[in-house]
């Protein structure tokens, strides 16, 4: 009798483990009708879109503008953000403008929505760049922001996560969004 119950309990426990294992990879697909589902989208919330952006940037005494397409989520400041910057950078990078390589950390924003703290890697300027240099970067960063519709009153620049620091620029407050040149 024990070892007709030993081998039952066995199978049984091998049968249950077969199950669960089918369905832990997808193998067996069970639904239940009664839980509530939820299968469209609401209709006041907007999708990701593709949207045309302009990445600025100030080279040989003028502006300088690319085009690129990228996904925009009207929903989400942050990611829309940090993909921005990160295509800003790039463009940087390829143009010359930026003497090496720096890339971006994070970005937060804040609960409003119109401020957005933003961490390098390391600093956007050489020690030995000019006062004007520097500026033309800033500028560019914010003018790209501003032309881009992302809703932002303010940013501030940060290298890993504590403000930038410069001899020339005064990082410890954030940076007007605003049309200045």
Known sequence: MKIKTFLFLTLLCGVVGAI???????????????????????????MPDHKTIKLFFWRQHK??????????DPQNVGRNATQLIKQWLLVMHDEHVL????????????SMGNEAYI???????????????????????????LHNDL???SIMLMVHHKPMNDDHIDFSQPLPVQERI
């Open 20 to 46: 669960f294992f089918l369905i832990q990879r997808q193998w067996i697909i069970i639904h239940f009708s009664m839980l509530p589902t939820h299968h469209g989208v609401a209709i006041d919330q907007k």
């Open 99 to 110: 003497n090496r390589h720096v890339s971006l950390e994070s970005i937060a924003v804040s």
């Open 151 to 153: 809703s932002l009153h």
């Open 119 to 145: 961490s390098f890697d390391r600093s956007l300027f050489a020690p030995e760049w000019s006062v004007i240099k520097k500026w033309m970067v800033i500028e560019s960063l914010i003018k790209t922001v």
């Open 63 to 72: 502006w300088h503008h690319e085009t690129v397409t990228m996904v925009w």
